[in-house]
């Protein structure tokens, strides 16, 4: 390399070097602020929005008047983790409920939102993200399939424990041909919602009829 | 020495391909090209990755001593990709959902620290953006293509969700060629990505040689040696 020759003797030194390194780390520290400080709220409010748009589906505007992502609680799983619920509030009445549940499924988790109404009745059931087969696995999404709106009306009361399993396993819920572990994992991910629904639910409401936001 | 853009462009569109002749960023190459779309924006990412860190190595190229080269060009390509991430996320976030997952790994993308080291530390800073346009330029043409390919065997369609990335305007890009197709899965699926970049390969180095009989005919042999690289 002809550089090395020319170089200067100055620049051989290890003062040089560390100063040149930690002048690039100083100013790329600067310029990563500055992007942050200039991106940060659009980020966060194309995240909430994008929330709000999930959150719609399963909790439909009609059935609330209050901004969903304001009364938002903490509840802890039956692991200790806190799960976020997000409540539907007409009138100061409570009137649903939706959180996230995590399915295991072929290629990884499966997150899953839940609507559910005060009788413990599902709203409506979306998958947020998945990392399932494409062309088989991916039918759970509601772009590819409807299959995910036949869990809607159901609760624990009109489909027996027994019958919250696929078809082929002697339950009532459909499959779709080619993939098995996929509705098997949505299918015990919701159930397991509405257990968790069930046993939660008058706290539910009891913490929103007292206004407690 | 003068520089020569014509050889800059058709070097990093063709002759010295990322993908195609260097066989290298296959990690990207493979897993975003499920579609033509994704690729195409894999691809402009990483272009203006490159043009950047063309820029801002071409003009630092006069202090930067060899011995700590490799770290701050590794520091000035993830500042410029972290840019890029966070601008993606905020102006173009449908985009973004998408592609998100990859962006941050550009940083890895050793085609960019090559292209720093090989060529923007030792020219000047025109012809070193201009390679990195090219050479980005390059690597998303070969994102498209085996982003079609894939998209074209496995469901039947070419460019769909065009318009997340590029606008309503350009929705009409969206071709469902084969209605009702049932697809051949595997063209989509992670084995079938190896298997249409290895036929690509292959066609690409079959052009090359029928190229090169065809000027070996025309003209006598040995009289312009391509420039090895």
């Known amino acids: 390399m002809s550089t090395a020759d020319t ?15 930690g002048g690039f780390a100083a100013l790329a520290a600067a310029l990563l602020i500055l992007g942050n400080n200039s991106t940060h709220e659009a980020i966060a409010s194309r995240q909430a929005e994008d929330l709000l748009d999930s959150l719609s589906q399963v909790l439909p505007d009609a059935i609330h008047d209050n901004n969903l992502l304001n009364n938002a609680i903490l509840i802890e799983d039956e692991n200790g983790n806190p799960l976020t619920i997000y409540r539907a509030m007409k009138n100061q009445k409570f009137t649903g409920a939706a959180y996230q549940v995590t399915g295991h499924g072929y290629g ?16 409506g059931v979306r998958v947020l993200s998945h990392a399932e087969t494409p062309g088989l696995g991916d039918r759970i999404e509601i772009e590819k399939d409807n299959w995910i709106t036949g869990f809607s009306g159901r609760s624990l009361k009109n489909t027996p424990k027994t019958a919250w399993h696929v078809k082929k396993d002697g339950g009532q819920i459909d499959q779709f041909s080619g993939a098995t572990i996929t509705p098997r994992a949505v299918t015990k991910a919701v159930y397991e919602g509405l257990i968790f629904f069930r046993k939660h639910r008058d706290e539910l409401v009891v913490m929103t009829d007292n206004g407690d936001t | 020495m003068s520089t020569n853009y014509l050889s800059i462009a058709r070097d990093g569109l063709w002759n010295n391909n990322i993908v195609f002749s260097q066989s290298l960023a296959l990690c990207p190459t493979l897993a975003v090209t499920g579609t033509a779309t994704n690729g195409l924006g894999m ?16 003009l630092f190229r006069g202090i930067i001593s060899p011995e ?20 993606m996320n905020a102006w173009t976030h449908d985009l973004h959902k998408v592609l998100g997952l990859f962006i941050p790994l550009i940083v890895t993308n050793c085609a960019i620290l090559g292209r720093a080291e090989s060529y923007a530390s030792k020219h000047a800073t025109l012809p ?14 070969a994102l498209v293509m085996l ?38 899965l595997i063209a989509i699926l992670p084995p ?4 249409l970049l290895g036929f690509l390969l292959a066609g690409k180095r079959m052009l ?13 042999a040995g009289v312009t040696a391509p420039e090895a690289i």
């Open chain 2, 147 to 184: 982003g079609a390919t894939r998209e074209l065997l496995g469901s039947g369609t070419l460019f769909a969700n065009a318009e997340l990335l590029l606008g309503q305007r350009l929705a009409f890009m969206e071709v469902t060629l084969i209605p009702d197709y049932r697809g051949f």
């Open chain 1, 108 to 123: 990884g988790d499966i997150e899953i939102l839940l609507g559910i109404n005060p009788q413990g009745e599902l709203i």
């Open chain 2, 192 to 195: 079938g990505g190896f298997l």
């Open chain 2, 43 to 58: 691809g402009m990412a990483t272009t203006v990755v490159m043009i950047f860190t063309g820029l801002v190595v071409a």
């Open chain 2, 68 to 87: 700590v080269r490799i770290p701050v060009f590794v520091l000035i390509i993830a500042t410029i990709v972290t840019l890029v991430d966070m601008g």
């Open chain 2, 208 to 220: 090359d040689k029928q190229l090169e009989a065809r000027k070996n005919l025309s003209e006598p």
């Open chain 1, 7 to 21: 170089e200067p003797a100055y620049r051989k030194g290890i003062g040089y070097q560390a100063i040149l390194l």
């Open chain 2, 128 to 141: 070193a953006v201009v390679d990195g346009l090219m050479m980005g330029l390059g690597f998303t043409l």
